[in-house]
């Protein structure tokens, strides 16, 4: 059963509506004005929203931006409902991301044609999406078995080269074997882990209570912890001197588990070095806007194009025919995914062979003194 949320301060409007609505199997919540009906799509996430324009406290502008606005409600159908004098405003309202509009006093059959419009549209995005997900499992499927193959024979190889000729060996050659054993074994444990990882935010993804208790995890001090991250990953590259961090945000906290921030963090700052040439400054700057603790990665490197940029995906790995890289591709949209779970905001510019800023963004909380 559909649920739909009516929010008008008109006690009249609401009940009719509720009424007409529930004759028709939907379950329907109401709201009497845009700050209570904003709680409520928090909170229960309807399949979709009736909103009044002119309205106490939040008018209904404002309830369709900070729906827009927010990864877990941005994609619910937004009907605007508005008075015949008030039709030039409805303009503004498509120009802000309604879906569509209702002049009062509207019909049955103008409000269930309506409805059904949207309901209709909004499950074919999701049909997109759950096709997406297929072609995406189809590729782990395909990619995974050959990533396993490739790590597993370089450890092999270098195992029976060990056995077979320990004594011709000396010891500088053994401790390369070794090393390259272990960086292999390295690589193996995290093509594992990211698929897991993967495996673990789709299954939560769909499950609102899931997501909702993921979101009352915190990271304290995430600004500090950002150097941290940030000199680990240089180190492991070996550019500690192509790293520059600066951040100015201090005394804050993000709703995101620290596991996950530093996966985030660790996985764009890795993308930024692996696909920058040694020499060219990697930057990680961190900042605190009106609303968001920001954080742009800037590298110099190979950049994208605009159609690999209107395609990143799981397991899309660009040009690998030129361009060696190693795992399944799976860290940027795990990045992507976990930042937008956590009701954040991700983006990415790029210009081919000039570079590429990632720019993540979470609501953050003053800490208490």
Do not use: W
Not at 179 to 189: E, G, H, T
Not at 197 to 208: G, P, Q
Not at 265 to 292: P, Q, R
């Amino acid at each position: 059963m559909k649920t739909i949320l009516v929010v008008d301060d008109a006690p009249f409007i609401l009940e009719s509506t509720k009424t007409l609505l529930k004759f028709e199997g939907y379950e329907v919540l109401t709201a009497r004005d845009g700050e209570e009906g904003l709680n409520i799509i928090n909170s229960q996430k309807p399949d979709l929203i009736l909103c009044d324009i002119s309205m106490p406290k939040l008018d209904g502008y404002g309830v369709l931006k900070a729906v827009r606005s927010n990864p877990a409600t941005a994609r619910i159908p937004f009907i605007f409902l508005t008075a015949f004098t008030e039709r030039q405003n409805i303009r503004t309202g498509m120009q802000l991301g309604a879906d569509d509009f209702l002049v009062k006093p509207y019909s049955r059959d103008e409000l269930i044609t309506s409805i059904n419009a949207q309901i209709q549209k909004s499950f074919l995005q999701e049909k997109v999406i759950e096709e997406k997900v297929q072609e995406v499992s189809k590729s782990v499927t395909q990619v995974l078995p050959h990533e396993f193959r490739t790590v597993l024979n370089q450890i092999m190889g270098s195992a029976k080269f060990l056995q077979n000729s320990p004594e011709k060996l000396l010891p500088e050659e053994i401790k390369e074997l070794a090393s390259d054993i272990i960086a292999s074994s390295k690589r193996l444990i995290k093509i594992t882990e990211n698929y897991l990882i993967y495996s673990r935010i789709e299954a939560i993804a769909s499950d609102k209570d899931k997501i909702l208790q993921l979101q009352k995890l915190k990271t304290v001090e995430p600004g500090s912890i950002l150097y941290d991250i940030a000199g680990f990953v240089a180190h492991r590259f070996n550019r500690q001197d192509d790293l520059i961090v600066t951040s100015d945000a201090f005394d804050i906290s993000i709703n995101l588990s620290s596991e996950s921030y530093h996966k985030i963090i660790e996985e764009l700052i890795d993308n930024a070095f692996k696909f920058s040439k040694e020499g060219s400054k990697v930057e990680v700057i961190a900042k605190l806007t009106d609303k968001y603790f920001e954080i742009n990665i800037v590298d110099h490197g190979r950049g994208m194009s605009p159609e690999h940029l209107n395609n990143i995906g799981a397991l899309m790995q660009f040009e690998r025919d030129v361009f060696e890289q190693q795992g399944v591709g799976l860290g940027l949209i795990i990045a992507k995914k976990l930042t937008e779970l956590h009701n954040g905001v991700f983006e990415i510019n790029s210009v081919e062979d000039q570079g590429t800023t990632v720019t993540i963004k979470f609501p953050y909380e003053n800490n208490d003194i």
